[in-house]
T-cell receptor
Framework: GQQLNQSPQSMFIQEGEDVSMNCTSSSIFNTWLWYKQDPGEGPVLLIALYKAGELTSNGRLTAQFGITRKDSFLNISASIPSDVGIYFC?????????WGAGTKLIIKP | DAGVIQSPRHEVTEMGQEVTLRCKPI?????LFWYRQTMMRGLELLIYFNNNVPIDDSGMPEDRFSAKMPNASFSTLKIQPSEPRDSAVYFC???????????FGDGTRLSIL
C-alpha cells in the first residue's frame, strides 16, 4: 500500500533556529497537508498544498509541494517555544489520505 | 464556530466493559472519520462516513469495534468487549468533501485496565 516517510522523527532545536522537515513517498499525491498536534489536542491544519511546485506560507511556516508530487517540505523560521509539538504530513490521492508518522519538535531550554 | 466535539475526553474502564465514544461533526460537513492514535502505529483511519453511510470500514480492527452515524450531527464508536490493547487516543474528524482538509476534535483518551 501507499506509505509516507516523514523525517526526522524528532528534532531538538534552540529557540530562534530554523526548522526543516519533509515527507517522501514512492507514490504520487495530488494534495499535501501539514498538521500540528499539541499535547492533549487533535491535529490542527497548518497548510494545504494543491499543485505541484506550490510554495505556501502561513506566518513563519512555509511548505512546498514537490515538483515530482512525491514529496513535501515544511520549514519553520525563527522557532519559538510554542512551536513545540508533533507535526504531521498527509498526502491525498484518489480521495485516500495517507499520514506520516510525525516529527516531534522539542525546544532545548 | 464550533469545531468537532468529542466526548468523553478521558475514559478509564476495566477490560471486558463496553465503551462508547461520541462525536459531533462540524455542521454541514458531509464526511466523518474515526481515527485511532498510538505511539506504535501512529494515526490510523478506522472508518469513515459520507452522509451518515459507512463508506470504508477496512481499518476497523475487529468485530469488537462498531461505529454508527444515526444522523448528520452525531456518531458513535463502540468497543465491546474492550481489551487493554484498545488503549489509545481516538479522534473524530469531519470535512465538507474529500478534497478539503479534515478538521479534528480533541480526542478521547481511552485507557483499558
Amino acid at each position: 500500500g501507499q506509505q509516507l516517510n516523514q523525517s526526522p522523527q524528532s528534532m531538538f532545536i534552540q529557540e530562534g533556529e530554523d526548522v526543516s522537515m519533509n515527507c517522501t513517498s514512492s507514490s504520487i499525491f495530488n494534495t499535501w497537508l501539514w498538521y500540528k498536534q499539541d499535547p492533549g489536542e487533535g491535529p490542527v491544519l497548518l497548510i494545504a498544498l494543491y499543485k505541484a511546485g506550490e510554495l505556501t506560507s502561513n506566518g513563519r511556516l512555509t511548505a512546498q509541494f514537490g515538483i515530482t508530487r512525491k514529496d513535501s517540505f515544511l520549514n519553520i523560521s525563527a522557532s519559538i517555544p510554542s512551536d513545540v509539538g508533533i507535526y504531521f504530513c498527509a498526502g491525498r490521492s484518489n480521495y485516500q489520505l495517507i499520514w506520516g508518522a510525525g516529527t516531534k519538535l522539542i525546544i532545548k531550554p | 464556530d464550533a469545531g468537532v466535539i468529542q466526548s468523553p475526553r478521558h475514559e478509564v474502564t476495566e477490560m471486558g466493559q463496553e465503551v462508547t465514544l461520541r462525536c459531533k461533526p462540524i455542521s454541514g460537513h458531509d464526511y466523518l472519520f474515526w481515527y485511532r492514535q498510538t505511539m506504535m502505529r501512529g494515526l490510523e483511519l478506522l472508518i469513515y462516513f459520507n452522509n451518515n453511510v459507512p463508506i470504508d470500514d477496512s481499518g476497523m480492527p475487529e468485530d469488537r469495534f462498531s461505529a454508527k452515524m444515526p444522523n448528520a450531527s452525531f456518531s458513535t464508536l463502540k468497543i465491546q468487549p474492550s481489551e487493554p490493547r484498545d488503549s489509545a487516543v481516538y479522534f473524530c474528524a469531519s470535512t465538507l468533501d474529500l478534497n478539503q482538509p479534515q478538521h479534528f476534535g480533541d480526542g478521547t483518551r481511552l485507557s483499558i485496565l
